[in-house]
């Protein structure tokens, strides 16, 4: 039997997907017409044409305009809001119960870590959806756009977002990021345990801007009232589902060391004779010691020299406590996050979409979210071949639609939607 071409897996492969995300979007929507549907489904494949927005699917594939545009505007806040707050984890929790049966040490290397971060769509129309004034760690300023906060796990090679929300500056009850984040973190929680996951294997890590002390106080268990003892008025530490945080720090928190109080600016320069290689710290320089803070509570402090750095940086650490080698393996993972939001914008061109409304901001990133979702399974799915080893979202993106049309297969499976003389001359026209 004859081996199977790189274009022929891809073909194969891209069908495979469309099928079943075709199944799994409808579980999602389940009271939207297949029309409208089958639309959603086919803007989130238009990465493979080449097409960062809707305007530009209509140009190659020739769909209504009108009809195209309504059938995306018409989707509620409330279904997009459940889709990316809510149903993926439906990709994640499978993924997750595979890697518990394995060994210690594929799990370690695995990491199973929940990261946190931001990031600015900059935006400079008012008639968008949550368009203020945000600060851009991109673009160093303060810029109009929507801040969208995401939590993801973080399982080996793979990035698997499981919360996305867009945050308002607008309306009653606003929360602050590190009140999103620990509303985030409990949802996550409830998902897992119900699907029989220990919640407590996990490790959650993010930087300064989301530490606060209820942040620390979920990481150690002691928010959850239930479990306070009223006569001693101190929680049963053996009851405390507890998970580790990991969380960059900033110069200006006041931390106390041994009884003497100093901001950390002033402790990382007390460590930095101090400071050592462990064991398994790849010949990191760092100390571990405990501190406490009045806004923290009792937390780890690990300072450390960043590879191919000078200055001593340093991480808080609370909940389940760790050796140092295994706080800066787990926060190498951290990273991920930027990389996740970084192919968002590069290759699907998560900026480029836009809807007015909350319904249309909502739909610009659920959409490729969608297609993130989408394009790693298919780099998943490939890898399992030789000749896609090393495929990444990327090349897969960028390199395989340029020996396969993307276009014809489309047609196949949207020929409801799609007309098939569509030519030059009509886009043009």
Not at 134 to 150: D, E, F, H, T, Y
Not at 294 to 311: H, S
Not at 326 to 345: D, M, N, P, Q, T
Request: hydrophobic content about 40%; aromatic content about 10%; glycine content about 6%.
């Amino acid at each position: 039997m004859a081996q199977k071409t790189a274009e022929e897996l891809f073909d194969a492969e891209i069908r495979r997907s469309l099928e079943t995300f075709g199944k799994i979007l409808r579980a999602y929507f389940r009271r939207m017409p297949d029309d409208s549907l089958e639309t959603l489904l086919l803007i989130s494949m238009a990465v493979f044409l080449g097409a960062g927005n809707v305007y530009q699917v209509l140009q190659v594939l020739g769909l209504p305009k009108t009809t195209t545009y309504n059938r995306v505007k018409n989707v509620s806040v409330y279904c997009w809001r459940q889709l990316m707050q809510k149903h993926l984890y439906s990709q994640a929790i499978p993924l997750v119960k595979e890697k518990t049966s394995q060994s210690e040490s594929t799990k370690s290397r695995a990491g199973r870590i929940l990261a946190v971060d931001d990031t600015v769509l900059v935006r400079i129309s008012t008639e968008l959806g949550y368009v203020w004034k945000w600060w851009s760690g991109q673009l160093k300023r303060v810029a109009n756009g929507q801040n969208v906060i995401a939590l993801i796990l973080v399982l080996g090679d793979q990035i698997i977002p499981l919360d996305i929300r867009i945050v308002s500056k607008q309306g009653k009850g606003l929360k602050t990021k590190p009140e999103i984040y620990e509303e985030m973190l409990r949802d996550a929680q409830t998902r897992f345990e119900e699907a029989g996951i220990d919640f407590s294997q996990f490790k959650t890590t993010g930087d300064a801007a989301y530490i606060s002390g209820k942040i620390t106080a979920f990481c150690r268990g002691e928010n959850l009232e239930n479990e306070l003892d009223e006569e001693t008025e101190s929680y049963n530490p053996a009851l405390l589902p507890t998970i580790t945080g990991i969380f960059r720090g900033k110069d200006n928190y006041r931390l106390e060391i041994d009884g003497v109080v100093m901001k950390a600016k002033e402790w990382r320069k007390e460590f930095k004779e101090e400071l050592s290689s462990g064991w398994a710290t790849d010949k990191q320089p760092v100390i571990r010691t405990k501190g406490f803070s009045e806004t923290f509570g009792e937390v780890t402090l690990v300072f450390y020299i960043p590879k191919g750095k000078r200055a001593v940086s340093y991480l808080i650490v609370s909940g389940r406590p760790l050796r140092s080698a295994e706080v800066l393996h787990a926060f190498a993972f951290h990273h991920r996050i930027e990389e996740f939001w970084k192919c968002l914008k590069d290759t699907f061109e998560l900026g480029e979409m836009h809807f007015q409304g909350r319904e249309g901001a909502h739909a610009c990133i659920a959409i490729k979210i969608i297609s993130f979702l989408i394009v790693n399974r298919m780099k998943q799915n490939l890898r399992k071949f030789k000749r896609f080893k090393n495929i990444t979202i990327n090349k897969l993106v960028n390199l395989c639609p340029k020996f396969v049309d993307v276009r014809e297969i489309l047609k196949e499976h949207f020929h409801g939607l799609i007309p098939p003389n569509h030519t030059l001359d009509k886009a043009l026209a």
